[in-house]
């Protein structure tokens, strides 16, 4: 299955104003949630759907709670989850303190692996599939 996008006439990602140039834009089909992911994981192994829907839903604590404490969670061939920090500049290191940190996010980094594959993908704009003729 191809990966479908559209064309998009926008400012330059973080920029406001002057010029708009076009741009491709990945468009999502559908949207998986847990109970689809369990459904489908369910029948790649030996658990029933009901089993790998509980652990699906642990997973979201698990890594929340060894986030917090600070670690970097590797899930197999998918990628890694970590920490980020969007901080206020200080002039010297006595300065720095936790008052500086403005906002914490949650970043995702893909694995070699996984990488490997998305620069596989074939990519098809939507436009094309979506004209009526008349």
Do not use: C, H
Request: positive net charge.
């Amino acid at each position: 299955m191809p990966i479908l996008y559209n064309k998009m006439n926008r400012n330059r990602p973080g920029e406001s104003g002057g010029k708009k140039q076009w741009y491709p834009v990945a468009k999502s089909t559908k949207l998986a949630k847990e109970k689809k992911v369990a459904e489908l994981l369910a029948e790649k192994t030996l658990f029933n759907e009901k089993q790998v829907e509980i652990t699906v839903s642990q997973l979201f604590e698990v890594i929340t709670e060894l986030l917090l404490n600070g670690w970097t969670v590797q899930l197999g061939k998918l990628g890694f989850f970590s920490i980020t920090l969007k901080t206020k500049p200080s002039d010297s290191a006595e300065e720095v303190n936790a008052s500086k940190i403005k906002k914490a996010t949650v970043r995702f980094t893909e694995s070699n692996r996984l990488k490997n594959i998305i620069k596989k993908a074939i990519f098809v704009a939507i436009s094309p599939l979506t004209k009526t003729t008349k």
